[in-house]
């Protein structure tokens, strides 16, 4: 299973950037896919998830009414959107991958792609 990131930036308090990441490699409607981010100096957090079909999707308490996950399965692809972005937002993400919601959730998924870099100016 590979998972690819893209779509980061440098953008200024207040706007807004859209991630994705494409899977390849597995039946990417089985699985449970999700977002974490690593601030320099901080532990990886998670941020968002989303289940096979869509039909659930989990948020941190930090990014609840900002962020939009979504998956296109028919694109083999993950999506963040991320509004109202604030300092504090900056990090790199990561996408991540688990046949279990409880794996990804929990930071324990087996499957993840490279970061990519989210800067967010004041």
């Known amino acids: 299973v590979q998972l690819q990131a893209s779509g980061g930036g440098l953008v200024q308090a207040g706007g807004s950037l859209r991630l994705s990441c494409v899977a390849s490699g597995h039946t990417f409607s089985s699985y449970v896919m999700g977002w974490f981010r690593q601030a320099p100096g901080k532990e990886r957090e998670f941020v968002a998830a989303i289940n096979w079909s869509g039909g659930s999707t989990y948020y941190a308490d930090s990014v609840e009414g900002r962020f939009t996950i979504s998956r296109d399965n028919a694109k083999t692809a993950v999506y963040l959107q991320m509004n109202s972005l604030k300092p504090e937002d900056t990090a790199v993400y990561y996408c991540?991958?688990?046949?279990?919601?409880?794996?990804?959730?929990?930071?324990?998924?087996?499957?993840w792609g490279q970061g990519t870099e989210v800067t967010v100016s004041s």
């Open positions: 991540a991958a688990d046949p279990a919601v409880r794996a990804v959730r929990g930071g324990g998924a087996n499957y």
